[in-house]
């Protein structure tokens, strides 16, 4: 398998959008036309993401196609004597590919990042419904360690 990662770039939004539309959790699954026109909304998020120098929206890239994508941010805090924390959220799978290595490869490739930029700690939230994702972060290393809550302040 010959897995390309790499940072996005605003022509890979219609097929990011298309993953984040196939998310069995409708909580968070997006409600995207049909059409190739993307919202205005994605596009201006996307041009805020890709200008952050502590922000990377990243896809994974099979034979060409788009079939895996994260956003990883780094944090600075003053806990750990001001260290730096990495966050990744979004990672999607294209749902006829899960199970062969891609979200692996792609979570290997954000863990190296976020030791080669010195980051204390590397952090991620994910549904209770996702008991699958639970298991493969759990065969990565990652321990439950910390009770996720959050507080959504506008719909959609």
Request: glycine share 8%.
């Amino acid at each position: 398998m010959s897995l390309v990662i790499r940072e996005a770039v605003a022509a890979d939004l219609p097929p990011l959008l298309r993953m984040l539309a196939e998310d069995s959790i409708r909580e968070v699954a997006e409600n995207v036309p049909s059409s190739s026109e993307v919202d205005g909304r994605y596009v201006c998020a996307f041009a805020q993401i890709a200008a952050d120098p502590n922000s990377l929206l990243l896809v994974a890239e099979l034979s060409g196609e788009l079939v895996a994508t994260a956003q990883l941010n780094f944090i600075r805090q003053l806990s750990y004597f001001g260290g730096l924390i990495a966050q990744v959220e979004s990672v999607r799978t294209v749902s006829h590919l899960r199970g062969q290595g891609i979200g692996k490869t792609l979570m290997d490739w954000v863990i190296d990042e976020s030791r080669r930029r010195g980051c204390a700690r590397l952090q991620l939230t994910t549904n209770v419904a996702r008991v699958d994702a639970h298991r493969f972060y759990e065969r990565l290393g990652f321990k439950a360690s910390h009770v996720g809550m959050k507080l959504y302040l506008r719909e959609g």
